[in-house]
């Protein structure tokens, strides 16, 4: 693997382009199977004195399985030429065919989180928390209204980034 590590707070980027609009790779699983989505939805910053990540899962998402069962996950970022093959992984479940293997991508471990050989960055994760959004908590009906009609809340998870690869 070409990947080499860095420090966390040596990158410049900016997280509203990099999960907003280029996307990521949510990959969590381990030597025994694992599974990857979209996600497109995400902040990155600082809590509890470490550098974080927050993402946002459905309870019907295939991926959520793995993500609960496990310790690490991986956030993949990708070159623009792979958009097409990031909209895949977003609308295909791989609970009904096997989209990684279809997508031609190479996984691999990198302590115990699977990661994408094709990935530019990745950052290497360990869950702190995860916390199931309820209706209740909303402030803004109109949030619940336009982005949840079927009731089908995220699962918010927060994660210390244990590990930055870049090639």
Known sequence: MAFRS??????????????????????????????????????????????????????????????DQTETFSLGIFPETQREMLNYMGTVSGRTEDKIAKSGLTESLVDGAPVFEESRMTFVCRKLFAQPMEEAAFLDQKTVDSWYPDKDFHTLYIAEIEKVLVK
């Open 6 to 67: 860095v420090p966390y707070d040596s990158l410049s980027l900016n997280p509203f382009t990099k999960i907003g609009k280029e996307w990521a790779l949510l990959t969590a699983g381990d030597e025994n199977g694992f599974n990857t989505m979209t996600v497109s939805w995400g902040a990155m910053g600082f809590m509890w004195g470490k550098p974080s990540v927050t993402v946002y899962i459905r309870p019907q998402r295939y991926t959520k399985t793995f993500l």
